[in-house]
């Protein structure tokens, strides 16, 4: 469980029927689901986010989750330049030159990817049933 959900589950251990959404909205996919998950109707759950009170907490504790999600992106990136550096002198010359390879794809650009990693952005959005997108920016 993501650990924002768990400290808001941890806030409210008896939860009224908002509450109830929030969480459901939050670790749902779509409304449908999230309105199985806390037993409320769809039409319930579409007032709650009309409501501007819980529309603003709702969109703060997805923009952590969201935050939390990049944060651990940007972590295991540096933990995947690290396992590229090691590589680059472990003693195997098909993982040097494939580490190599990879660095300076990445760097430079290659056949695939003509931008360089330096001009990339990913592009982090929500669509409307909440699900969590990453892409490249195609600009």
């Known amino acids: 469980m993501c650990p924002i959900l768990t400290k808001i589950k941890k806030i409210m251990p008896k939860e009224n029927n908002k509450e109830k959404a929030l969480i459901a909205l939050l670790e749902s996919s779509s409304i449908t689901e999230a309105a199985q998950s806390c037993q409320l109707s769809e039409k319930t759950l579409r007032r709650y986010l009309e409501d501007k009170d819980f529309s603003e907490e709702y969109t703060t504790a997805r923009r952590q989750i969201v935050e939390s999600v990049v944060t651990g992106l ?3 990136a540096n933990e995947a330049v690290g396992t590229l550096r090691r590589n680059l002198s472990c003693d195997n010359p098909q993982a040097e030159i494939r580490a190599a390879q990879l660095i300076l794809d990445n760097v430079f650009g290659n056949s695939e990817n003509s931008k360089p990693a330096t001009d990339k952005q990913i592009v982090i959005s929500f669509n409307f049933n909440n699900q969590l997108r990453l892409t490249d920016d195609k600009n």
């Open 74 to 76: 940007q972590n295991a």
